[in-house]
């Protein structure tokens, strides 16, 4: 492309804008509404999906130990599977103190004999696969058996599964009724001008020629829906973070910082490739003559 | 120049707009398109500048077979040509001479030499004075003017009008056909559809009448009626 066309098609294009002001301005802000909506999605879906993992996190496993084994190399060895974080030692002294602190007694096991056995509290990675630890673990000589909560743990990681599915999947159809908001905003725009277009044809211009001014206008008002959005959703949050460390701070929000990143990005490239996809999706018609 | 082979047009709402033609236009010829609305004049148009394909038969232009012609060559083959509409079609944001020079610009032609031949063929209409002017401000046998200028910018091998006196007085009208002629002279085939009695009469020229989409009466030097 000559340089000198670039320059005729970026001032077709702020041309097209300024003469269609009024519908330029409710092009870039039913772009701007969508994308908040959009973005207020991913807020909340994004941090549904941190919060899974997070409850993922806290979750433990009791290793109870044979009778007599010596818990040192055990403890060695498991350390060093996947997805352990750590492993604590906890002799079935410390396990009698701990029952009776939790239930309020004292001298419980001063008639009979201690009956708990020696334990090793593992604490897990978020990220970790769970049946396959365990399935490690009870390789393990020494161990008598592994507890976790099976169902709680199994039943907290489908939900995980599905927040995860159901995130990807309400993202997706938003997306696509942002790209058919857009789309059709634009359409309006290009409706108000297929004379010109149907002129363009009839004098030679080639379909890149056309598209060229309509792809810029509609790539600026994505950038300016993506600003606008991008500025109120930044400070929405803000604010929403402040709010809930104030009143609830037990529960886990992703940071602002992290949002920001990748709202920023998920909102831009939406935005400005749907302003752009738009565009050109609305001449298609026109141009076929 | 141009040439029907047996060129059959129905649209998709089934209606039958053109059947059997068979023409040929020699290059430089001056030829009246006849017959009354519905007649098959504006199809016969659409077809020139491929704007539609026929359903049967082909069309050439030049050696060009307008069927097998590929999607990118179109906008190529229509400089070529160039085309008066009875509505004008003028952009009505754009000045007379940014109409005129839109022609040369989606072509990609140079500043120069648009600064060149816009001035010149809006002179020859006789609307230099009015290069400034927004079409809205403009008669409508100005705007028509601002049309023809348009068309023959590129210097087309072929201009089209469809029916480019219909909406003007007889005087505008003459004006107007003064111009094509001269066009003509220069070498410009010309093809033009019409509802004017009194210029085809006064023309003489080849006349080729349309009626329910065929060819009823094609004669050198004709009339409008027989």
């Given amino acids: ?289 | 120049m141009i040439q029907f082979q047996r060129v059959s047009k129905t649209y998709s709402n089934k209606t039958i707009a053109l059947t059997g033609i068979d023409l040929f236009i020699e290059k430089g010829e001056f030829v009246f398109l006849v017959g009354p609305s519905g007649a098959g004049k504006t199809t016969f148009i659409k077809l020139v500048i491929r704007r539609e394909l026929p359903t049967e038969g082909q069309v050439l232009i030049g050696r060009k077979n307008l069927s097998l012609m590929k999607n990118h060559e179109i906008p190529i083959f229509r400089r070529n040509i160039g085309v008066i509409f009875q509505d004008y079609k003028l952009l009505p944001n754009k000045t007379v001479f940014e109409n005129v020079a839109f022609a040369l610009e989606v072509i990609e032609a140079s500043r120069k030499d648009v600064l060149k031949q816009v001035p010149a063929v809006l002179e020859l209409v006789g609307l230099k004075d009015k290069a400034k002017v927004f079409p809205t401000e403009l008669s409508g046998g100005e705007q028509q003017r601002v049309s023809l200028a348009r068309a023959i910018v590129n210097r087309p091998l072929l201009l089209l009008a469809d029916e480019p006196t219909g909406n003007l007085d007889p005087d505008t009208s003459w004006g107007i056909m003064d111009l094509l002629m001269e066009i003509n002279k220069r070498g410009t085939t010309i093809v033009m559809a019409t509802h004017n009695k009194n210029i085809v009469d006064r023309m003489r020229r080849r006349v080729v009448a349309l009626e329910n989409g065929q060819i009823v009466r094609d004669e050198q030097k004709g009339v409008y009626d027989i």
């Avoid at chain 1, 909340?44 to 109870?64: P, S």
């Avoid at chain 1, 009776?100 to 001063?110: D, H, P, T």
């Avoid at chain 1, 907290?156 to 997306?175: D, E, H, P, R, S």
């Fill in chain 1, 1 to 289: 492309m000559k340089a000198k066309t670039f320059l005729y098609f970026t001032k077709e294009a702020s041309i097209g804008l300024s003469r269609n002001g009024l519908m330029s301005l409710a092009a870039v802000t039913t772009v701007a509404f969508s994308l908040i909506i959009l973005g207020c999605f991913f807020i909340v879906i994004t941090n549904c999906i941190h919060f899974a993992e997070m409850a993922k996190g806290v979750l433990e496993l009791k290793v109870y130990l044979k009778e007599n084994v010596d818990p040192a190399p055990l403890q060695a060895a498991i350390s060093e599977f996947k997805g352990v974080e750590e492993v604590r030692f906890v002799s079935k002294e410390e396990g009698a103190e701990w029952l009776e602190k939790s239930l309020g007694v004292k001298n419980l096991f001063v008639t009979a004999d201690n009956p708990l056995p020696d334990t090793l509290d593992i604490r897990l990675d978020p990220k970790v696969n769970v049946k396959k630890l365990v399935k490690q673990l009870d390789s393990l000589d020494g161990i008598d058996e592994v507890a976790y909560g099976k169902t709680f743990v199994e039943a907290m990681l489908i939900i995980i599964q599905i927040i995860g599915v159901l995130g990807i999947c309400l993202i997706t159809i938003i997306g696509l009724v942002v790209l058919y908001i857009i789309v059709n905003t634009i359409r309006l725009t290009v409706l108000a001008r297929w004379k010109e277009i149907e002129i363009m044809k009839l004098v030679g211009a080639t379909d890149w020629f056309i598209r060229w001014p309509f792809m810029l206008e509609g790539i600026f008002i994505g950038v300016c829906g993506t600003i606008i959005s991008l500025l109120l959703l930044t400070k929405g949050y803000h604010l929403l973070y402040a709010y809930i460390k104030e009143a609830a701070p037990f529960i886990p929000v992703l940071s602002e910082k992290i949002v920001n990143y990748r709202m920023f990005w998920l909102i831009t490239m939406v935005g400005v490739a749907f302003g752009a996809v738009g565009s050109t999706w609305s001449i298609k018609k026109f141009l076929r003559v």
